[in-house]
Nanobody, 120 residues
């Protein structure tokens, strides 16, 4: 089965940094794109960052220049480095991937999320 597990969230001061991790299993990690989303209370889920199998990246305008997405194919892990954090970055952060399993079955998988709280 496909599984994504996030970690690294927590409470941080404004201007601080966190690195989120998403460990994947059940997929051919190196040939799939992965995304980071966030969902704050009362707001719609927002796509924060994406990285392709070719390591092309894209970011929401609100985080561009502050967040960096990267991947380690050997570890089947995608990261989101968050710098200069603002209170409005407070949300549950989820990783997401959709594609095909090694057996050729389509999948769409969400992690369970990790809470990021930016507050003094």
């Amino acid at each position: 089965q496909v599984q994504l597990v996030e970690s690294g969230g927590g409470l941080v001061q404004p201007g601080g940094s966190l690195r989120l991790s998403c460990a994947a299993s059940g997929i051919i990690f190196s040939i799939n794109a992965l995304d980071w989303y966030r969902h704050a209370p009362g707001k719609q889920r927002e796509l924060v960052a994406t990285i392709t199998s070719g390591d092309l990246t894209d970011y929401a305008y609100s985080v561009k220049g502050r967040f960096t997405i990267s991947r380690d194919n050997a570890k089947n892990t995608v990261y989101l480095r968050m710098n200069s954090l603002k209170p409005e970055d407070t949300a549950v952060y989820y990783c997401y991937s959709a594609g095909r399993t090694p057996g050729g079955r389509p999948y769409a998988a969400w992690g369970q999320g990790t809470q990021v709280t930016v507050s003094s």
